[in-house]
T-cell receptor
């Protein structure tokens, strides 16, 4: 079974530039999560999708971050414009459906903002 | 709303010694609790989870955790540490009032000495 795929693995940009991350979840998984993991901290949930719909985006900085999940499968997370404090690893995870289900994580995208 | 506290950002044990990683949670409803492990240069993977069945949960690689409602704890243990257990461990809670959101602790890095 293929795992959660993410790309790119690494990205270096300058502040005020834009960047986009892509995630392909495990086939059949209805729920998709985007997390931000700053060095030395635990993952922080940015947004959670259930199929096409947003379940929670309360911690997403909506003035600069946006995310979409087209057709309930792939998802894209965008930052525009980036700030220095956005430097982090962005993790995508997927699960079958509910909150008791195991989340399967991708390898993450390490973003450095200079 | 729920929250998670992991006591000790770093824990060091000798090979063969008991591993104890502490996690305390707060939730106004019965929680779902998870332990995830992150090996160097790898994504997060599930060690074990509690979803309101047996309070003593066994996971992979000889780890187990006990849900103690009275102490609001979900500590992770392993009787005998192995060098390969060196990694970062994250406790997480989901299902709580204020939203369906997974909250991760800050993580505990486990060092195993030969």
């Amino acid at each position: 079974e293929a795992g959660v795929a993410q790309s790119p693995r690494y990205k270096i940009i300058e502040k005020r530039q834009s960047v986009a991350f892509w995630c392909n979840p495990i086939s059949g998984h209805a729920t998709l999560y985007w997390y931000q993991q700053i060095l030395g901290q635990g993952p922080k949930l940015l947004i959670q999708f259930q199929n096409n719909g947003v379940v929670d985006d309360s911690q997403l900085p909506k003035d600069r971050f946006s995310a979409e999940r087209l057709k309930g499968v792939d998802s894209t997370l965008k930052i525009q414009p980036a700030k220095l404090e956005d430097s982090a690893v962005y993790l995508c995870a997927s699960s079958l459906a509910g909150l008791s289900d195991t989340q399967y994580f991708g390898p993450g995208t390490r973003l450095t903002v200079l | 709303a729920q929250s998670v506290t992991q006591l000790g950002s770093h824990v060091s044990v000798s090979e063969g010694a008991l591993v104890l990683l502490r996690c305390n949670y707060s939730s106004s409803v019965p929680p779902y609790l998870f332990w995830y492990v992150q090996y160097p240069n790898q994504g997060l993977q599930l060690l074990l989870k509690y979803t309101s069945a047996a309070t003593l949960v066994k996971g992979i690689n000889g780890f187990e955790a006990e849900f103690k409602k009275s102490e609001t704890s979900f500590h992770l243990t392993k009787p005998s540490a192995h060098m390969s257990d060196a990694a970062e461990y994250f406790c997480a809670v989901s299902r709580g009032t204020g939203g369906f959101k997974t909250i991760f602790g800050a993580g505990t890095r486990l060092f195993v000495k030969a």
